[in-house]
């Protein structure tokens, strides 16, 4: 079945840096993946979807510039989230459309 | 626009009762997707079923069970002799289908923790 591998599954970084986050579908193409955020005891909101080779289409609330996703081949979306601070602190998690196909996370601490 | 009711926040049971989970759902879609995932305290999304808007048939797998209702727009998921590593988060999760440009985008309900003690 599709499979989409996401890493880091832990990443601690300090406030003010950025840190990237890799999706990639490892035995099919996905044009369309999702990214969601999963803040402590929440449930998980869609941020963003992300589309091959076009701009990203951002939930209400969920400021571009500070989560830049980047889909630029069939097989890898990328999030960065930039300037990190610890609000931003939480739990990101993408899926790909086919296959309805979920990464397995990355939990993200900002110090 | 779409919308996943999970009622339960927390249940608590004793290591092999059964217990249900209940979720509602809300569509204006005629094709769509149900999905159930367990969350354990490690965090990743561990997926247990997928069940498409046509296919209302009961299914069960070793100690689990879903009832999808679609007149009810309920989707309740069942785990007999509950034990302790069911301990978990359990999201009920909607996603459109077919070939619109939302399909596979998923709507979650809030979730709902599961402690099953010794």
């Known amino acids: 079945g599709a499979v989409v591998s996401q890493h880091p599954s832990r990443v601690i970084c300090k406030s003010g840096t950025s840190v990237k986050i890799e999706c990639r579908s490892l035995?099919?193409?996905?044009?369309?993946m999702f990214w969601y955020r999963q803040f402590p005891k929440q449930s998980l909101m869609l941020m963003a979807t992300s589309n091959e080779g076009s701009k990203a289409t951002y939930e209400q609330g969920v400021e571009k510039d500070k989560f830049l996703i980047n889909h630029a081949s069939l097989t890898l979306s990328t999030l960065t989230v930039t300037s990190a601070h610890p609000e931003d602190s939480s739990f990101y998690i993408c899926s790909a459309a086919y296959g309805y196909t979920f990464g397995s996370g990355t939990r993200l601490t900002v110090v | 626009a779409q919308k996943v009711t999970q009622a339960q926040t927390e249940i608590s049971v004793v290591e092999k009762e059964d217990v249900t989970l209940d979720c509602v759902y809300e569509t204006r879609d005629t094709t769509y997707y149900l999905f159930w995932y367990k969350q354990p305290p490690s965090g990743e999304l561990v997926f247990l079923i997928r069940?498409?808007?046509?296919?209302?048939q009961n299914e069960i797998s070793g100690r689990y069970s879903w009832n999808f209702q679609k007149s009810t727009s309920s989707f309740n998921f069942t785990i007999t002799a509950s034990q302790v590593v069911d301990s978990a988060v359990y999201f009920c999760?909607?996603?459109?289908?077919?070939?619109?440009?939302?399909?596979?985008?998923?709507?979650f309900g809030d979730g709902t923790t599961l402690t099953v003690k010794p």
């Open positions: 069940r498409n808007s046509f296919d209302e």
């Open positions: 035995d099919f193409q996905a044009t369309t």
């Open positions: 999760a909607l996603s459109e289908a077919g070939y619109n440009t939302n399909a596979g985008k998923s709507t």
